[in-house]
């Protein structure tokens, strides 16, 4: 009788296994936002939401991120989209390494994106566009994993 409360004990005091996956699957529902920020005057949140189609690992040589001579407000669509291409990316030569990355291939379902700069914050969304890609339900995204959040169907 002792040992197996002694056995009992034990077995509760194993953590717990996890029951979610710790990489979002094919199916799971994800979402690329910015804005949003503030506390008073909240800027407005734009995003592309839609259903994961791929997971999959890349190699990816984190080099030093791109020196853009604008502040990140007044940063053009071409410098978005060198950015894009860097990241991951860091700002001290010493980290620069080979790494590997995760990347999702999002299918669109829904957006909101802002249609001036007056609109809200320049980021990767403007005028219907995640970088140069138009945004259409069904269009396919691929994006470094780290820029997704997950959301509910």
Same mark, same amino acid.
């Given at each position: 009788?002792?040992?197996?409360?002694?056995?009992?004990?034990?077995?509760?005091?194993? =953590?717990?296994?996890?029951?979610?996956?710790?990489?979002?699957? =094919?199916?799971?529902?994800?979402?690329?936002?910015?804005?949003?920020?503030?506390?008073?005057?909240?800027?407005?949140?734009?995003?592309?939401?839609?259903?994961?189609?791929?997971?999959?690992?890349?190699?990816?040589?984190?080099?030093?991120?791109?020196?853009?001579?604008?502040?990140?407000?007044?940063?053009?669509?071409?410098?978005?989209?060198?950015?894009?291409?860097?990241?991951?990316?860091?700002?001290?030569?010493?980290?620069?390494?080979?790494?590997?990355?995760?990347?999702?291939?999002?299918?669109?379902?829904?957006?909101?994106?802002?249609?001036?700069?007056?609109?809200?914050?320049?980021?990767?969304?403007?005028?219907?566009?995640?970088?140069?890609?138009?945004?259409?339900?069904?269009?396919?995204?691929?994006?470094?994993?780290?820029?997704?959040?997950?959301?509910?169907?």
């Amino acid at each position: 009788m002792r040992c197996s409360l002694i056995i009992s004990l034990l077995l509760l005091s194993l =953590p717990l296994q996890a029951t979610e996956p710790t990489l979002p699957q =094919p199916g799971d529902c994800a979402l690329y936002r910015e804005g949003g920020e503030g506390y008073i005057l909240v800027a407005p949140t734009y995003y592309v939401r839609g259903t994961i189609a791929e997971v999959y690992k890349r190699s990816h040589r984190m080099e030093l991120c791109p020196s853009i001579p604008r502040t990140r407000l007044n940063y053009t669509r071409a410098d978005w989209r060198e950015l894009a291409e860097a990241y991951p990316c860091v700002s001290d030569p010493a980290k620069v390494a080979e790494i590997e990355v995760i990347r999702i291939r999002l299918r669109v379902e829904d957006w909101e994106t802002p249609w001036a700069l007056q609109h809200g914050r320049n980021g990767m969304l403007m005028k219907g566009h995640f970088l140069d890609t138009e945004l259409k339900q069904g269009v396919e995204l691929d994006i470094d994993g780290t820029l997704l959040l997950r959301c509910e169907p």
